[in-house]
């Protein structure tokens, strides 16, 4: 028999499998498109419905003289910001919804970067992607380039809306602009907190602390006229300085620009410095045990929802402390206006011209961020199976978990000699643990 070489079959090609980058890309665009079209939709319905609106709210004289006295307020100037350009509906726009949807694409950005990013990590399913010829900024860069899309794409949807709008193409252009701007800065505020962080809880925590802050100096900046440099220590504070459809200022997305693209150059070289599956801190060696609400299956429910509860209790408690500063200036602006009272009144907000009203429908509101408040997820919890602690409360040595016992009985089993025999429930614990 002789050996030789198959002829290839006519009409055959040779195919290799897709790059590992680009399968990684489609790999984070996956579990980030349901809810990149949500944030996207609801930020071009939202400018839309205000833009449409404009026009009818400024129909009346009488009512246009009282909403800048109301913007004129002190307390709805750090709601909602300096009310600049109220007389043309873009400027409007931005006033009325500019801020609520910067919150909404930045709170997006950090919630998605921090899951697809560190917390894939701590799953185990970045092992398989860094088994590739992939290094690890790499894969990071990868998974932070779709986030960083989304949030160009949101201000795209935003500058078109406003276009259609009628209104002036330098401030639809500049406020679209600075909107995805800030998305794509709070995504690299993010990707920076997941290398640093060696769990995903503490890094998401430090960039939503990040937005808070720079939220808070934007609103102290509006509130107080002398603290107004803060406005510059701030993304949110960037993006009003812009003052688009009035100003159009450039220098400071400029600004803004050059802080995405260094904490986005800092974040590819913490990576490099950190070992896979760690962060640059490391983690905590252990820590006194916390025994407290431990003593039955209702405590242990309480204290599992009181950090949670703590934390939405806190926020929920300061927006409304806002609202309800500006509960004087919005009734009294029903009530010399009608025609808006009237329109309230038919999408099911009545008495909103009186104090018990306003308080009667914010306590109806209410009901919408409560809602929102979810147990959080067992730390323990990795990529759908519960990892065992070494010994959790209710076990000890005498009573070990699953896998310590699957390891004894492979050491009972190479011990065991002719004359040992081993228990058939050791057996069969030892394959339920490895199913």
């Given at each position: 028999m002789s050996l030789g070489t198959r002829p290839a079959v006519a009409g055959s090609r040779v195919t290799s499998d897709p790059a590992p980058g680009r399968a990684v890309t489609w790999l984070a665009v996956r579990q980030i498109r349901r809810g990149a079209l949500i944030v996207v939709g609801l930020a071009a319905a939202m400018t839309a419905l205000v833009a449409a609106?404009?026009?009818?709210?400024?129909?009346?004289?009488?009512?246009?003289?009282?909403?800048?006295?109301?913007?004129?307020?002190?307390?709805?100037?750090?709601?909602?910001?300096?009310?600049?350009?109220?007389?043309t509906a873009g400027g409007f726009t931005v006033w009325?919804?500019?801020?609520?949807?910067?919150?909404l694409l930045g709170s997006w950005s950090i919630m998605v970067t921090t899951r697809i990013t560190r917390g894939e990590e701590d799953a185990g399913r970045w092992d398989l992607?860094?088994?590739?010829?992939?290094?690890?900024?790499?894969?990071?860069?990868?998974?932070?380039?779709?986030?960083?899309?989304?949030a160009v794409a949101t201000g795209t949807a935003i500058t078109a809306v406003?276009?259609?709008?009628?209104?002036?193409?330098?401030?639809?252009?500049?406020?679209?602009?600075?909107?995805?701007?800030?998305?794509?800065?709070?995504?690299?505020?993010?990707?920076?907190?997941?290398?640093?962080?060696?769990?995903?809880?503490?890094?998401?925590?430090?960039?939503?602390?990040?937005?808070?802050?720079?939220?808070?100096?934007?609103?102290?900046?509006?509130?107080?006229?002398?603290?107004?440099?803060?406005?510059?220590?701030?993304p949110f504070g960037l993006l009003s300085l812009t003052g688009p459809y009035v100003h159009d200022r450039v220098l400071p997305l400029l600004s803004l620009a050059a802080a995405t693209a260094l904490l986005t150059v800092l974040t590819l070289l913490v990576a490099r410095r950190r070992d896979a599956g760690d962060g640059l801190l490391p983690a905590t060696a252990g820590r006194r045990p916390r025994t407290l609400l431990l003593a039955g299956v209702a405590t242990f429910a309480v204290r599992r929802v009181l950090r949670p509860m703590a934390g939405w209790m806190l926020g929920i408690g300061a927006y409304y402390l806002l609202i309800g500063l500006t509960a004087v200036s919005v009734t009294d602006f029903l009530r010399d206006n009608p025609a808006m009272a009237g329109e309230a009144s038919q999408a099911g907000f009545d008495g909103l011209g009186s104090i018990a009203g306003f308080a009667a429908t914010l306590f109806a509101i209410l009901a919408m961020p409560i809602?929102?408040?979810?147990?959080?997820?067992?730390?323990?919890?990795?990529?759908?199976?519960?990892?065992?602690?070494?010994?959790?409360?209710g076990e000890s040595a005498a009573h070990p978990a699953p896998a310590d016992r699957c390891r004894d009985h492979r050491h009972r089993r190479s011990r065991s000699g002719p004359g040992q025999r081993r228990r058939p429930g050791d057996l069969a614990r030892c394959h339920r643990h490895r199913r």
């Open positions: 609106t404009y026009a009818q709210v400024m129909a009346d004289p009488a009512a246009a003289g009282s909403l800048k006295a109301l913007a004129g307020n002190p307390a709805i100037r750090t709601l909602f910001g300096a009310p600049i350009g109220l007389d009325r919804v500019g801020t609520v949807i910067a919150v992607l860094l088994a590739s010829r992939l290094p690890v900024p790499a894969v990071l860069l990868r998974h932070l380039a779709p986030v960083m899309v989304v406003l276009l259609l709008a009628g209104t002036a193409p330098a401030g639809a252009v500049l406020h679209g602009a600075g909107t995805g701007l800030l998305g794509m800065f709070f995504a690299a505020v993010a990707a920076l907190a997941a290398q640093v962080f060696p769990a995903r809880t503490p890094a998401t925590g430090t960039a939503v602390a990040v937005l808070g802050v720079g939220l808070l100096a934007r609103m102290i900046g509006d509130g107080v006229t002398a603290l107004g440099w803060l406005h510059w220590l701030s809602g929102g408040l979810r147990h959080r997820p067992d730390d323990r919890v990795r990529g759908g199976r519960v990892r065992p602690a070494a010994h959790p409360a």
